[in-house]
């Protein structure tokens, strides 16, 4: 199947266009800059282990702004036990769905035993998606790979799904390319395994009922929107983290939403409430700012706006003053 060009279906629900989970990246603050951009779509947080929900750190870990709704809490683990109590505490912390990662493959990852590497493991994945679908009433959710290592087969991965579908599992994610557990790390394993998109395409062909997500080498809106054509959602990550802005039509193009105009200052003064409240609770600007600087690319005067405003953000008396120069430069820019 060949992404490109195509029109653009208008679909319903949240998580036919979702933001991925990305650990650095998809924490609270950029959710939060996410939404000046799309209201409408589902955003994933990084993953959490669900152990350390156990412990006291939970509200660092699980609080969010009411604004990040729809929100999926995306969990690491292989205990079913443990899974379901952090799933019971993610409804009660007022999520909107859990979902279990799968696709993972870093070696810190391997060695807890949850991510990618459960892959290999169908049986016991089947019951942590049991004992979670039975502590919550969320939709659960897995979000993998098309396959790992030697098991790549078209048969693994129908077996797989197969498996998961009749333990519960409300929807399915799939990066479309494998994943070499031993000799690539987690950048490689996020580009050099081939993209198989057409892989993913027959598994839905035959499993018409299942909800299936295409994810990984999404590049544009409209690669989406031709993606759409086949598949339940597209799930797009770093193309929409290294340019949040090139998706500032998408709850115009996907949901149906009156046009509106969003612009790099105006998501700056959208955010300036915010980060005046993380302050207050003793947050750093720069935790926000981050996320800020890639709202601008090859303008003139961007190179120069980002390294200043990352000069000044990390000042530990860094103030709100510093995001409202950022904006009326910006806007002066026309940006
Ligand atoms: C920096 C970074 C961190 C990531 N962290 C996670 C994670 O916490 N959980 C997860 O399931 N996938 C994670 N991923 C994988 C993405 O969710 C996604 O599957 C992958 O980047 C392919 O999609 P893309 O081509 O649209 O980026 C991460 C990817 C990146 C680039």
Redesign the pocket.
């Known amino acids: 199947m060949k992404i490109g060009e195509g029109e653009k279906p208008l679909i319903k629900e949240a998580y036919q266009f979702s933001v ?6 998809t924490d609270r603050h950029f959710r939060v800059l996410m939404r000046q951009i799309s209201k409408r779509s589902l955003l ?1 947080t ?2 959490i282990v669900a152990k350390a929900l156990q412990y006291k750190t939970r509200s660092k870990l699980l609080n969010f702004d009411e604004i990040e709704h729809p929100i999926a809490l ?1 969990l ?1 683990g292989d205990d079913p036990k443990i899974l379901s109590e952090a799933a019971a505490i993610a409804e009660s912390w007022g999520y909107d769905e859990i979902n279990l ?1 799968l ?2 493959p870093s070696p810190r990852v391997q060695s807890g035993n949850f ?1 990618a590497c459960l892959m290999a493991y169908p049986d016991q994945v089947a019951k942590c998606i049991e004992a979670m679908k039975s502590a919550t009433n969320l939709p659960v959710t897995i ?1 993998q790979r098309i396959g790992i290592d030697n098991l790549e087969s078209e048969e693994f991965l129908l077996q797989f799904l197969d498996r998961m579908d009749k333990a519960g599992a409300d929807r399915f994610s799939i ?1 479309a390319r494998k994943a070499w557990l031993k000799g690539l790390n ?2 490689q394993n ?1 580009s050099i395994p081939p993209l198989q998109y057409e892989k993913v395409a027959k598994i839905k062909n035959s499993r018409p009922k299942l909800i299936i997500e295409l ?4 590049k544009t809106p409209d690669a989406c929107a031709n993606a759409l054509k086949t598949f339940d959602g597209v ?7 290294s340019n949040p802005l090139l998706w500032r039509q998408i709850d115009e193009i996907f949901f149906g939403d009156k046009a509106k105009t969003i612009t790099a200052s105006k998501i700056i003064k959208e955010i300036i409430p915010y980060a005046e409240n993380h302050l207050k609770n003793n947050g750093r600007l720069w935790d926000i700012c981050k996320h800020t600087l890639h709202l601008v690319h090859g303008e003139h005067g961007a190179r120069k706006w980002r390294q200043e405003i990352s000069l000044q953000a990390q000042r530990s008396n860094a103030d709100l003053n510093i995001l409202e120069k950022a904006a009326r430069q910006l806007e002066d820019a026309g940006l």
């Open positions: 991925a989970p990305m650990l650095d990246c994933y990084e993953m995306q690491g990662n696709g993972c991510g979000k990066h987690p950048k996020r994810n990984g080498g999404l799930m797009v990550g770093r193309a929409i983290y």
